[in-house]
């Protein structure tokens, strides 16, 4: 589909792209061709889709992949996908808000043009599932903040947290002239794949979060003030926060420098974090 077939689908049916849903269509064949091969699809993927607009990728994973289920929000654009792939007996489309009631399957792959709105919560929402690949279309900038090494500039909360996951590669980047309407900025095609096995369990899990965001709540702070007021920790005795000595103890617990920063960590240091933690409560 290209920009003037994308322009007359929607004037014919009088829909409008919707900014606050985050919708930019690929219009660029070159673009989708990219993201299909990247993909590596067979007939043995299971293939979700989170925001499939007008089908502009939807179609190629139907030709490509075993079964794909397409979940998309925008009532108008769910009918008009409904009815063109509507001979297409490997395909489910949801009509509804993936945040709000993702599909209890399994899938191999998960692919989305992300809806800028809400990237980050899509990737949480993707993470309970157990697909070995994500593949995603965002912002340039937020790739930069997934895929930074500590000490750089955009690593922070969201690197630590989606590491836990995933290992993130950055495939290519796509300019803004391949959407319509047109984004801001330039976008990134980026893999997510999943860790083979977890370094923590269960509770230990939500602990870890809470670490990291404590972590960068303080980012200018050290990360014993960080921690030892962080409003996401407590010290399980009805105080608002941990405290100093607390915090110093876990710090020590994990072998971490008390005057380095948030981001001066590496992501296993909040793992070492979370294990201390633990060892001390019990
Ligand atoms: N995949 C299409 C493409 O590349 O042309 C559209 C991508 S557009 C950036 C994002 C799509 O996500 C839109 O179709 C929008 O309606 C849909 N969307 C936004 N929020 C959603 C949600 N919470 N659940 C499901 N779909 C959503």
């Not at 043995?44 to 499939?52: C, I, N, S, Y």
């Amino acid at each position: 589909m290209n920009r003037t077939e994308i322009k007359q689908i929607i004037a014919e049916r009088g829909l409008r792209p919707n900014k606050k849903l985050g919708q930019n269509f690929l219009v660029d064949g070159g673009a989708r061709e990219r993201i299909a091969g990247a993909m590596g699809l067979s007939n043995a993927d299971r293939v979700l889709e989170v925001g499939p607009g007008l089908g502009a990728l939807t179609g190629r994973l139907i030709e490509l992949a075993g079964h794909v289920t397409a979940v998309e929000i925008d009532a108008g654009y769910s009918r008009y996908l409904a009815e063109r792939f509507a001979g297409a007996a490997n395909f489910r489309l949801i009509h509804g808000d993936f945040l709000k009631s993702p599909p209890d399957e399994s899938f191999t792959k998960i692919v989305s043009n992300l809806p800028y709105y809400c990237s980050s919560e899509m990737l949480f929402g993707f993470s309970r599932y157990d697909a070995p690949n994500v593949y995603v279309m965002l912002q340039k900038e937020m790739a930069e903040r997934i895929t930074a090494s500590p000490g750089n500039k955009n690593y922070g909360a969201l690197t630590v947290a989606l590491w836990f996951y995933y290992e993130a590669k950055a495939l290519f980047t796509v300019s803004r002239e391949s959407f319509y309407p047109r984004p801001e900025v330039t976008s990134t095609f980026l893999r997510l794949s999943r860790r083979s096995s977890f370094l923590l369990e269960g509770d230990d899990i939500e602990l870890f979060h809470n670490l990291v965001k404590s972590a960068f709540w303080g980012r200018r702070k050290t990360i014993l003030r960080a921690l030892a007021e962080s409003p996401h920790l407590s010290d399980g005795e009805g105080a608002p926060s941990l405290g100093r000595s607390r915090a110093e103890r876990l710090l020590d617990g994990a072998g971490i420098d008390p005057a380095l920063r948030g981001e001066d960590l590496a992501p296993e240091e909040y793992v070492a974090l979370a294990r201390a933690w633990r060892k001390a409560a019990n």
